[in-house]
């Protein structure tokens, strides 16, 4: 079955600094991932996709992830952190075998201090 | 506007009393899902839908139904509701779920406390 880790459920940085968020996924076949935001009392918004046209994706936002089948990796990144940033990122799955459903890594809680 | 709705966005109710979590999407997509969110899991799926009459059980069904009479609209049905089920729920809907390429979007999200 397929899954995702999401390494740190917290991380924090400053304002304008490097914002790296982890990700790692399980599949026997290439996957489909995504990554989505939740910002506090609001549903979850798409960030950007991987569904292997190219291995650098670029989302909404700065935000950029890239896709290393090597290491099973599909780490976010954004160069320079804004204070509205804060939020809670969601990086998942969509597993083609099982009524295509998403399946969630645990979240990580990104705080971006003044 | 497109988009997927849901209602109520707060419920607080009591342990056994039936209750119904609306959702509705513009788009005309043909897949609809519930999911669940509980802190530290991430979000779990509950039940999905391919289409009009069509559903199927997701990971944490116990104690859910659903049924898709339509092809906006997919309700979240809680029989007999129990301390358990108090928790953060969305519904999220997509233009297929064939090659599972497309994204869902997501409605704002019911919290739901059963006492």
């Known amino acids: 079955a397929q899954s995702v880790t999401q390494l740190g459920s917290h991380v924090s940085v400053s304002e304008g600094a490097l914002v790296l968020l982890r990700c790692n996924y399980s599949s026997s076949v290439p996957p489909y991932l995504f990554w989505y935001v939740q910002y506090p009392n609001q549903g979850l918004q798409l960030l950007l996709k991987y569904t292997s046209a190219a291995t650098l994706v670029k989302g909404i936002n700065g935000f950029e992830a890239e896709f290393k089948k090597s290491e099973t990796s599909f780490h976010l990144t954004k160069p320079s952190a804004h204070m509205s940033d804060a939020a809670e990122y969601f990086c998942?799955?969509?597993?083609?075998?099982?009524?295509?459903?998403?399946?969630f890594g645990q979240g990580t809680e990104l705080s971006v201090k003044p | 506007e497109a988009q997927v709705t849901q209602n109520p966005r707060y419920l607080i109710t009591v342990t056994g009393k039936k209750l119904t979590v609306t959702c509705s999407q513009n788009?005309?997509?043909?897949?609809m899902s519930w999911y669940r969110q509980d802190p530290g899991l991430g979000l779990r799926q509950i039940y999905y839908s391919m289409n009009v009459e069509v559903t199927d059980k997701g990971d944490v069904p116990e104690g859910y139904k659903v049924s898709r009479k339509e092809k906006r609209n997919f309700p979240l049905i809680l029989e007999s509701p129990s301390p358990n089920q108090t928790s953060l729920y969305f519904c999220a809907s997509s233009l297929s779920a064939q090659g599972s390429i497309y994204e869902q979007y997501f409605g704002p999200g019911t919290r739901l406390t059963v006492t």
């Open positions: 788009m005309n997509h043909e897949y």
């Open positions: 998942a799955v969509r597993d083609k075998n099982q009524g295509g459903k998403l399946i």
